[in-house]
C-alpha cells in the first residue's frame, strides 16, 4: 500500500460500483473472441480514489488516468501492484511537462503511456526513467484515425510503399532503435463520435484504419531484424481502440485493450471542474 492509510467508498458506492464493473467485465467477456484476453481499463479521471479502491478489491487491476497531477496524487494514496495507464495528451502546462516527464520516478507502477506522438517525447520519457525500474515502460502510438483536427495523434499510414516518409513509422523505429529503457507495445486511438454511435451493422473506419496501420507497421518491424524482435506482445503490437459507448465494437474488431469510464464510475464532474483528490477520514488497516 503506498500510503498507510485506506480510502474507503461507502457501502452504498461500494455496491454501485461492484454491479457496474461486473456489468462490464461480462460485456467484455461476451464480445471478445474464445482465444482473446482482452486488458479493460477502467479510467477514472475525475473520481476520488476511494472509487478506484472499491474497484480494486473486486479485483481491476488497471486502471487509467488523463491528468498527470491527478495520477500523482492517486498513485500515493492507492495500492502498488495497481497497473496505471496514462492516456491523456502528452502536453505542458503551468506546474507540469510531460514533454520532460520527471514525474516517473514518483509512480513506480506506471506500467504504459498510451499517447505518445513524437520522437521528442520518446526521448524524454526513456531518459526519464530512474535506475532501480527493473522493466521497460510500455509505450502505445496514438493515432489520430478519424482526422479531426481537434484529436491528438498522428496520421495513419496508408500504404506500405509510403512507410518510409510515414511519422508513425519513423517514431516506432526510433522508440525500438534508440529507447532501451522503453517498449513499443502497440497503437492507440480516440475514435469519432459519429463512427461510434452509427449503426453496427458496418465496420466502424477507425476501427478498421488502426487495424490496416497496425498491420502495415507490424510488416514493417517483422522484415527488418534491426528490431530485434523489441515490440508488441507475442510478436503483435496491440491495439487499444473503444471506450464506453463503443467498446463491444472495438472488441469484436479485435480491440485488445478498451478504455471504459463512465461504464464503470457513471457520469464525470463538467469539465473544468478537476477532481483534486481530497483525503476521505482515515480508516485503519487493522
Not at 474497484?55 to 495500492?79: I, S, T
Not at 496514462?86 to 499517447?115: D, E, H, R
Amino acid at each position: 500500500m503506498a500510503s498507510a492509510t485506506l480510502l474507503k467508498a461507502t457501502a452504498e458506492r461500494f455496491h454501485e460500483l461492484s454491479e457496474s464493473l461486473s456489468e462490464i467485465q461480462e460485456r467484455v467477456r461476451q464480445a471478445s473472441p474464445a482465444s482473446s484476453k482482452p486488458t479493460l481499463v477502467a479510467v477514472s479521471k475525475y473520481k476520488p480514489a476511494s472509487d478506484i479502491l472499491a474497484c480494486y478489491e473486486r479485483g481491476q487491476r488497471d486502471f487509467g488516468e488523463n491528468y498527470v497531477n491527478e495520477l500523482v496524487e492517486k498513485a500515493q494514496q492507492l495500492p502498488d501492484d495497481i497497473r496505471w495507464h496514462f492516456i491523456g495528451a502528452l502536453q505542458s502546462n503551468k506546474s507540469k511537462t510531460l514533454a520532460t516527464p520527471l514525474w516517473t520516478p514518483v509512480i513506480p507502477n506506471i506500467y504504459a503511456i498510451q499517447t505518445v506522438t513524437s520522437i521528442k517525447a520518446a526521448t524524454a520519457l526513456d531518459k526519464s526513467l530512474p535506475p532501480e525500474r527493473t522493466t521497460p515502460l510500455n509505450v502505445l502510438l496514438q493515432v489520430n484515425t478519424s482526422g479531426e483536427g481537434a484529436k491528438s495523434g498522428l496520421p495513419p499510414t496508408i500504404s506500405i510503399d509510403s512507410s518510409s516518409e510515414s511519422e508513425l513509422v519513423q517514431l516506432a523505429w526510433h522508440i525500438v532503435t534508440n529507447c532501451s529503457r522503453l517498449h513499443l507495445q502497440g497503437l492507440m486511438t480516440i475514435g469519432s463520435l459519429s463512427e461510434s454511435l452509427a449503426s453496427t451493422e458496418k465496420p466502424n473506419e477507425d476501427f478498421e484504419t488502426l487495424k490496416h496501420t497496425r498491420d502495415i507497421l507490424h510488416e514493417v518491424l517483422h522484415r527488418d531484424s534491426k528490431s530485434g524482435g523489441r515490440w508488441g506482445v507475442d510478436g503483435k503490437l496491440v491495439l487499444s481502440m473503444g471506450m464506453s459507448s463503443d467498446f463491444d465494437a472495438a472488441l469484436m474488431a479485435g480491440s485488445d485493450i478498451v478504455r471504459v469510464g463512465t461504464g464503470i464510475f457513471g457520469v464525470r464532474h463538467k469539465k473544468g471542474d478537476v477532481y483534486i483528490c481530497p483525503r476521505l477520514p482515515a480508516i485503519s488497516q487493522t
